[in-house]
């Protein structure tokens, strides 16, 4: 049995299916995707990968953001459950994190030390095509995935893969590798921005992504515009430019 | 160094220097022009520096005609490579017959008049540090194939990093995202810290991170370490 309603269920999959707008933004979409998963599958921390054009595994969007919590997105950049998805097109669930040093060696005492106790990892896939993964933390020793609701996420990163990747189908993947290499780029904005507002400020990076990401949501602006603004424009927001 | 960017950077080496140009960036960059065009069957290959209101300023291209074709996008004030550049992302059009028209009026006929059927820009750009941008064109319409896709973005990864390091750095030395790979999130925070610090642009800051790690004998990691955790800060240079 899953926790999850159905009502709320069927709010997201639309919302998760509708990539069709006019002004889509790759990392929003993402940042949608991981909040949803998340709060439906009550995570501590979600977050998604996708391959960039050398097929590395890049970090892209978060549930939450923090210093420690990024480091464990980049370090799958090597190895890691989400790594280990990705290239074998397949989830991996319930992996206790206490046991497994051997199979992760930088990522499972890193992660265990953040306080998770078990990961797992979704590939974003559609049929022989794997364009990244959805990684999903667990905190309570023995919590793991019920199997509804492994379906249910399989699903979620299903969906979203179709969306994704029917603009690919239609245009060619010109539209996709705009996107995603824009998107890419976006990430470094934000992480440009952070810093930028850290020193402005003198608060950690942490602090600043907090400020920035509740500016944007204040004024119903993208994260990605905003940290554009904070880098370029300053003085187009004081409120977040001015100490 | 990944091998897609050490097999770039040797075809670029390949490329003879052409006899009329001097050393330095410029040359560089035309002999990049040349190899993209190998590298990529295409027609023509141009890239362009240029600054954040739209002003462009060096162009480099593999021959007269590309040349006459960047020139002739700032003129007109339109074009993929100028959208590209605007919307921070790559612009692909592989059939300039197919719905652009309209998007560049003066452009595409201009553009197709000289033989280009299919046109592919690319942003120079690391985060809110916009360098100019890279073109690629061919004369027959098509897609670029995925490894085509990631070959050309090697190019323009090699062409942002010889911008960023000027002639002072070989553009072997990268960005300095390779050496960091594993804290490129930091590398990124401490870039925006330092704009701040020095009153700067990206790209300003990285170059001063560089050369401290240069100078320093550091690594780049160690360097963004040490600015986030607010034990190594920079000033402005006084004038």
């Known amino acids: 049995m899953t926790t999850v309603s159905a009502e709320r269920l069927a709010q997201v999959f639309v919302e998760v299916a509708d990539t069709l707008v006019a002004e889509f933004d790759l990392i929003d979409f993402l940042h949608m995707l991981a909040g949803r998963t998340a709060s439906l599958v009550h995570a501590p921390a979600v977050g998604l990968l ?6 590395q595994l890049e970090f892209l969007a978060a549930s939450n953001e923090n210093a420690q919590l990024l480091e464990l997105f980049q370090v799958q950049h090597q190895e890691g459950p989400c790594l280990d998805a990705f290239r074998s097109a397949a989830p991996v669930i319930n992996a206790d994190l206490a046991k497994a040093g051997p199979r992760w060696p930088n990522f499972a005492p890193r992660a265990a030390q953040a306080g998770f106790r078990s990961v797992h990892a979704f590939p974003l896939r559609l049929r022989r095509d794997v364009i990244g993964a959805l990684n999903v933390f ?24 179709i969306a994704l990747l029917q603009e ?76 | ?41 295409a027609s023509g290959a141009g890239l362009s520096v240029m600054v954040e209101d739209g002003v462009h300023g060096l162009t480099a ?17 339109e074009g993929p490579g100028m959208d590209a550049f605007a919307a921070r992302r790559p612009v692909l059009i592989p059939d300039l017959d197919h ?36 073109e690629i064109f061919r004369a027959r319409p098509g897609s670029l194939t995925t490894d085509e896709l990631g070959q050309a973005l090697t190019f323009a990864e090699v062409a942002l990093a010889t911008l960023l ?52 004998d550091r690594p780049l990691a160690d360097v963004a370490a040490d600015l986030t955790g607010r034990r190594l800060r920079f000033e402005r240079d006084c004038p």
């Open chain 1, 50 to 55: 996708v391959a960039d054009q050398r097929g």
């Open chain 1, 138 to 161: 667990g905190d309570q020793t023995g919590q793991s995935l019920q199997p509804d609701d492994v379906q249910i996420v399989q699903a979620l990163a299903d969906v979203a893969t």
């Open chain 1, 168 to 243: 690919r189908a239609i245009r060619r993947g010109e539209v996709l590798a705009g996107q995603l290499q824009g998107a890419l780029n976006s990430r470094i904005v934000i992480e440009q921005a952070k810093g930028a507002i850290a020193q402005v400020h003198g608060v950690n990076v942490d602090q600043a992504f907090i400020m920035m990401r509740g500016y944007a949501r204040r004024t119903n602006r993208r994260l990605s515009d905003v940290a554009h603004s904070v880098v370029t424009d300053p003085t187009g927001i004081p409120e977040l430019a001015n100490p």
């Open chain 2, 1 to 41: 160094m990944n091998d897609r960017r050490a097999r770039v950077l040797a075809l670029i080496e390949r490329q003879p220097a052409s006899p009329d140009a001097d050393a330095g960036l410029a040359s560089y960059l035309h002999r990049l022009c040349a190899a993209a065009v190998g590298a990529l069957t």
């Open chain 2, 61 to 77: 291209a593999s021959g007269p005609d590309v040349a006459h074709l960047e020139d002739l996008q700032f003129v007109l004030g």
């Open chain 2, 99 to 134: 719905g652009v028209c309209c998007r560049w009026p003066a452009y595409v006929p201009a553009a197709y008049d000289s033989g280009v059927r299919a046109a592919f820009a690319f942003p120079l750009q690391i985060g809110a540090g916009r360098l100019g941008v890279l």
């Open chain 2, 165 to 216: 390091g000027g002639q002072n750095l070989p553009a072997s030395a990268g960005t300095g995202l390779d050496e960091a790979m594993d804290s490129r999130a930091e590398l990124f925070q401490a870039q925006g810290m330092v704009m701040v610090q020095i009153g700067g642009t990206a790209a300003e800051a990285l170059s001063r991170m560089r050369a401290h790690a240069y100078a320093e």
